[in-house]
């Protein structure tokens, strides 16, 4: 019989069963810090309908798709959580209660091309908060707060949010007469670092063919610094009157406010004026999250405030605000650059080793630690007292228990330290109160 090679497909991401226990640790993490602020846990289905997801696909989206047809359906995997939010909360309006705070931790796929700390297939943890007609901003000041807090958790301590609102860039545009070049804009005014604000000059000049007034103010705009409450002075200071830029530096000084009442210290967010993510999809507060000593790695967690989350399944109107995480490509990142140990590769607190051929004791004593919670594994099969310790050893579970003779008839149990090497008998009570 010929042999098929056994190979994992390019950008699915296989683990071993260490790196998996570590990373089914952070998914967990994150998950209690997202029930910690009151986010009800939601599954929408891997697989839908190619109509509703393709309701809002375009452009590259629809090219990395993986649909495929089944009978006289034509099905689609999800490509983010966010299509699949809307659909849910179209599909259940009447059901759940506004605002809709949810979180999904899930699978999703895009067929792009793989490359390193880029997958195919990946994990995204995301948490969005939906308003019925309309949404306070303070719940855009509250997802910093989340944050901070998951990063925190994750035991990650250089990162800073940084925080924009695309009111400011869409205002500062219309009133540069330049909303047509948005876009371009950008993506030169991102490259000022590289090639220097003349040649910026220079392009916006003779390429995007810009008035002299227009390009002092988008200079004017992208030369603020200085602290975050100094950013504020000086976008108030800018002399803008268009109503949409105005708005967003009010928007934007209101989150700040409340970022602070949260607890999140100032080092750990700024404003930055040069995000301008979901140019057409976000439409107030964005947020992009940064590990500070490896920025060239880019953001590990973003998001922002949208309107209309559902327009294509309902007329109704329902803003929302919220964040992803993407969890395969942030433990691959922190895994590779070493600030994350793979190390446990057991989440067995206890082996259980029997010297005798009968196991009913060795059942037993594991049924009672299982009851007290401590995860307990027993070694059934009959081998040498060696083997069955360097089991023990390259699973690096802390400890093992012996059964013999001499236990059965005492009722005491030898309990042997496998990190420091020590051994003791006690009675099972004990081993409980030392293992819990």
Same mark, same amino acid.
């Given at each position: #019989?010929?042999?098929?090679?056994?190979?994992?497909? @390019?950008?699915?991401?296989?683990?071993?069963?260490?790196? /998996?226990?570590?990373?089914?640790? #952070? /998914? $967990?993490?994150?998950?209690?810090?997202? =029930?910690?602020?009151?986010?009800?846990?939601? $599954?929408?289905?891997?697989?839908?309908?190619?109509?509703?997801?393709?309701?809002?696909?375009?452009? =590259?989206? &629809? %090219? /990395?798709?993986?649909?495929?047809?089944?009978?006289? @359906?034509?099905?689609?995997?999800?490509? $983010?959580?966010?299509?699949?939010l809307a659909k849910y909360v179209a599909e259940y309006?009447?059901?759940?209660?506004?605002?809709?705070?949810?979180? /999904?931790?899930?699978?999703?796929?895009?067929? &792009?091309?793989?490359?390193?700390?880029?997958?195919? &297939?990946?994990?995204?943890? +995301?948490?969005?908060?939906?308003? *019925? @007609? $309309?949404?306070?901003?303070?719940? +855009?000041?509250?997802?910093?707060?989340?944050?901070? &807090?998951?990063?925190?958790v994750l035991e990650l301590e250089n990162f800073t949010i940084h925080i924009n609102n695309r009111k400011i860039l869409n205002g500062l545009f219309i009133e540069a007469n330049v909303q047509d070049k948005s876009a371009d804009i950008m993506r030169t005014i991102d490259k000022i670092d590289k090639i220097g604000k003349e040649v910026v000059i220079a392009i916006f000049k003779d390429d995007y063919k810009m008035s002299q007034k227009s390009i002092e103010t988008i200079i004017d705009f992208i030369e603020i610094d200085g602290t975050t409450d100094e950013k504020i002075n000086k976008l =108030?200071?800018?002399?803008?009157?268009?109503?949409?830029?105005?708005?967003?530096?009010?928007?934007l000084k209101q989150v700040v406010k409340y970022i602070r009442l949260f607890n999140v210290p100032n080092e750990a967010?700024?404003? *930055?004026?040069?995000?301008?993510?979901?140019?057409?999809?976000?439409?107030?507060?964005?947020?992009?999250?940064f590990l500070n000593d490896y920025k060239s790695v880019g953001s590990v967690c973003s998001g922002g405030r949208y309107n209309e989350l559902a327009e294509y399944y309902t007329d109704k109107n329902l803003?929302?605000?919220? #964040?992803?995480?993407?969890?395969?490509?942030?433990?691959?990142?922190?895994? *590779?650059?070493?600030?994350? %140990?793979?190390? %446990? %590769?057991?989440?067995? +607190?206890?082996?259980v080793i029997s010297m005798v051929e009968d196991l009913s004791k060795s059942i037993e004593v594991a049924n009672i630690l299982r009851s007290a919670k401590i995860n307990t594994q027993i070694y059934f099969d009959n081998k040498k007292i060696k083997t069955k310790f360097k089991y023990a050893d390259k699973l690096n579970i802390p400890y093992v228990i012996v059964i013999g003779e001499d236990e059965i008839k005492s009722g005491l149990l030898t309990i042997k330290d496998m990190i420091h090497g020590t051994q003791e008998q006690l009675p099972i009570e004990q081993i409980i109160t030392k293992l819990s």
């Open positions: #019989m010929n042999k098929v090679e056994p190979k994992t497909l @390019s950008g699915f991401m296989e683990l071993l069963p260490n790196e /998996q226990v570590l990373f089914n640790q #952070m /998914q $967990d993490k994150i998950r209690m810090v997202y =029930e910690k602020f009151g986010f009800l846990p939601i $599954d929408t289905p891997v697989i839908e309908a190619s109509e509703v997801l393709l309701a809002k696909a375009g452009g =590259e989206t &629809e %090219k /990395q798709l993986y649909s495929f047809s089944k009978g006289d @359906s034509n099905l689609t995997l999800r490509f $983010d959580l966010t299509v699949p309006y009447n059901q759940i209660t506004f605002p809709f705070r949810r979180y /999904q931790i899930g699978k999703v796929y895009r067929g &792009e091309r793989a490359q390193r700390g880029r997958f195919r &297939e990946f994990y995204q943890c +995301d948490i969005d908060v939906i308003g *019925d @007609s $309309d949404l306070n901003v303070i719940n +855009d000041a509250e997802i910093p707060a989340i944050i901070y &807090e998951t990063f925190k =108030e200071q800018l002399n803008i009157k268009n109503e949409v830029y105005i708005e967003g530096v009010k928007e967010f700024e404003i *930055d004026l040069s995000i301008a993510r979901g140019l057409d999809y976000y439409t107030g507060t964005v947020y992009e999250t803003p929302g605000v919220g #964040m992803s995480i993407g969890l395969t490509r942030l433990f691959f990142i922190l895994n *590779d650059i070493g600030l994350i %140990k793979t190390d %446990k %590769k057991s989440i067995s +607190d206890v082996l």
